[in-house]
């Protein structure tokens, strides 16, 4: 158990919805971050957040937001849902801001299939 | 442009012998690298680091490999086991966050 937890574990959902999905950081750490794994890809940095604050972003559609709130939780919101959104969508969490030496904790996963 | 790259999609190899995977990257500007290991329906795991100022890390049956001036890394298993089974990702980090590779799916064959 890494201590990030990340609801839901899965989510089937329709083309052109809108989903969120849920991270808890490990207790102490400031940092989280988004990845998308999708089938054939590695990890995709999506966006990170560290003490509320947008940190870094990477290949985040606009589709997508994220914001993290004032006890560390994290929602990454999925918009106007397509076929090919469907992924696996991590949460990971750090104790610093990204910086040399840090690893990152990562959550189980939340499984998304979009029909 | 892919930053970190595992050209090994797959690979096989016996118990108890040893398992290599390597690991390529682009960006001068990675200080810091980082193995994980990800088993299906699991999130990553973190299994070794190495920062750049080192060229050997080990770990217990692992062992991580740099050479910066090939931008080339490399994660030693031995030996390797059943349970090494599981797709490991390679990754850079600089600045605020990590670039990972697209995983090498590594299974040990009893």
């Known amino acids: 158990d890494s201590g990030v937890t990340q609801t839901p574990k899965h989510l089937i959902t329709a083309t052109g919805q809108r989903v969120t999905l849920r991270c808890s950081p490990r207790s102490g750490d400031l940092s989280v971050y988004w990845y998308q794994q999708s089938l054939d890809q590695g990890l995709q940095f999506l966006i990170q957040y560290y003490n509320g604050e947008e940190r870094a972003k990477g290949n985040i559609l606009e589709r997508f937001s994220a914001q993290q709130f004032p006890d560390l939780h994290s929602e990454l919101n999925l918009s106007s849902l397509e076929l090919g959104d469907s992924a696996l969508y991590f949460c990971a969490s750090s104790v610093g801001s990204g910086e040399v030496d840090t690893e990152a904790f990562f959550g189980q996963g939340t499984r998304l299939t979009v029909v | 442009d892919q930053q970190v790259k595992q050209n090994s999609p797959s690979l096989s190899v016996q118990e108890g012998r040893i398992s290599i995977l390597n690991c390529d990257y682009t960006?001068?500007?990675?200080?810091?690298f980082l193995w994980y290991k990800k088993y299906p329906a699991e999130g990553p795991t973190f299994l070794i680091s190495i920062s750049s100022i080192k060229d050997k890390n080990e770990d217990g049956r692992f062992t991580v490999f740099l050479n910066k001036s090939a931008k080339h890394l490399s994660l030693h298993i031995v030996p390797s086991q059943p349970g090494d089974s599981a797709v490991y990702f390679c990754a850079g980090n600089y600045g605020q966050n990590f670039v990972f590779g697209p995983g090498t799916r590594l299974s040990v064959l009893p």
């Open positions: 960006n001068s500007m990675f200080d810091y």
